[in-house]
């Protein structure tokens, strides 16, 4: 009986294992920046190019930074859903513009519709390889204090909105300084 | 004799025309040496985008910018590990193409020796379990030998080889 048992005992954790490999993402790498604060950058802005934007002014509310580009396939997907999320006010969006040409951006936007309080020009992805960004589009949800909560990699699906970056965006809003609130009291982020 | 000719054209064209385009991909840097830091540390450094390449190797656009990044650093006088823990903050330790010894790679650490662990105890206890089956065999009665030696002295020997068949399967009768 034994001698049966085991390989079938085996074959049933190999089995395990590779069906719950078949769920995760090998490609997606894990932000060690979550819980870190953001990394500080200032640049100029893609509608006024002369006016710079620091991202300590931001210090003091929640914002989402939006790593994109016009070359950027799935970030047209997105960005419909981002349209809409500015439109409902509920927390402001910020583009970065990534390794782009600022013309294209800016005809880009035009086409889709500005999803941005602002874009800001990073044209030779420095900023992006400070943030850890390794594929656009990519979303940074980042608190008062200028700590990054929670990276969302590839286009913002509405599941994920819906379920993890508005919710933990509210939480957010209503913690003060002394509260620490994570992602992963947020269900729908883990 | 023409073929000859044409043959040695072609031969020069696909030796000399990558050689010509081999030019392009290059850096073009003033410090050699610097040059050669600058590749070492990228060879520890995994491409983000084409996972299983180094950045030195890949020439995805982002790993481009992660050896210039490497550049810039070696040159602002920054050291090796200045560099990769760099890198490690912003993109973890699944940036440095040879995984450290922590925690969670633990298990990819010491697995394949685990794995040899065992194989080789399963192979002592099988071994072990077949000198034991050997040795019951040799736990026969004095008869048991003796009609054992008898049958086998029938078999070797050529001149009785008709009854050395005859008792040979006898034998498998017996056995069975």
């Known amino acids: 009986m034994l001698r049966y048992l085991v390989p079938l005992i085996v074959f049933l954790g190999v089995a395990g294992f590779l069906l719950k490999g078949l769920e995760l993402n090998p490609r997606e790498v894990p932000s060690p920046f979550i819980d870190k604060p953001a990394p500080s950058f200032s640049l100029p802005k893609l509608h006024e190019p002369e006016a710079q934007f620091a991202s ?45 040409e600022p013309d294209d951006a800016r005809n880009w936007l035009r086409e889709l519709g500005d999803a941005y309080v602002s874009s800001l020009i990073d044209y030779e992805g420095k900023v992006g390889i400070d943030y850890g960004v390794y594929g656009v589009p990519e979303t940074f949800v980042i608190d008062k204090q200028g700590i990054i909560r929670h990276k969302v990699i590839g286009p913002v699906t509405p599941s994920a909105l819906d379920n993890c970056v508005l919710p933990l965006v509210r939480k957010l809003q209503q913690a003060t300084a002394q509260t620490v609130v994570k992602r992963t009291e947020v269900e729908g982020c883990v | 004799m023409r073929s000859l000719t044409v043959g040695i054209v072609l031969l020069c064209l696909l030796v000399f025309v990558p050689l010509a385009f081999a030019k392009e991909a290059e850096y073009m840097v003033a410090d050699p040496e610097m040059e050669k830091t600058v590749n070492e540390i990228s060879a520890e450094l995994r491409c983000l985008v084409c996972q299983n390449q180094t950045i030195a190797d890949s020439n995805a656009p982002l790993a481009v910018d992660l050896k210039n990044q490497v550049r810039d650093m070696v040159e602002s006088g920054q050291s090796q590990s200045d560099i990769i823990d760099y890198m490690v903050e912003r993109y973890g330790d699944f940036v440095r193409y040879r995984p450290p010894m922590n925690a969670s790679t633990m298990l990819l650490w010491v697995g394949p020796f685990l794995l040899l662990l065992i194989g080789v105890v399963v192979l002592v206890v099988n071994l072990r379990k077949r000198t034991a089956v050997i040795k019951n065999d040799e736990d026969l009665s004095v008869e048991e030998n003796e009609r054992l030696q008898r049958l086998l002295a029938a078999e070797s020997s050529p001149q009785v080889a008709k009854r050395g068949n005859s008792s040979s399967q006898k034998a498998g009768e017996e056995k069975s």
């Open chain 1, 56 to 100: 300590k002014d931001m210090l003091g509310q929640v914002w989402l930074l939006n790593v994109w580009a016009s070359w950027c396939v799935a970030c047209r997907s997105e960005h419909p859903l981002l349209v809409q999320l500015s439109r409902a006010n509920i927390v402001p969006v910020y583009g970065l513009n990534y390794k782009d």
